[in-house]
C-alpha cells in the first residue's frame, strides 16, 4: 500500500492530483501505471481523516485522476 498525503480535488467519484512533485516520485520513483491503486488522504480538508483508494485511470507530467 503506497500512502500519500497532499491535496486533491474530489468531484463526485473522481480524485484528482495536481501536485508535480509527488507526481513525478508516483511516476519516476513508484512507476506506477495505469490501473494501478494508490490511498491518498488530505488531512486539511475533511474533519475526520479519510482515506481514498484510488486506481489511476488517467495520468500525464501535470495530473493524475
Do not use: C
Request: proline share 3%; hydrophobic share 35%.
Amino acid at each position: 500500500m503506497q500512502l500519500f498525503i497532499t491535496d486533491y480535488q474530489k468531484n463526485g467519484e473522481i480524485i484528482s492530483i495536481v501536485d508535480s512533485d509527488l507526481l513525478s516520485q508516483i511516476r519516476k520513483v513508484l512507476r506506477a501505471r495505469i490501473g494501478d491503486t494508490i490511498w491518498v488522504q488530505n488531512p486539511h480538508k475533511e474533519p475526520h481523516k479519510l482515506r481514498y483508494e484510488i486506481r489511476i485511470d488517467a495520468r500525464d507530467n501535470v495530473s493524475l485522476s
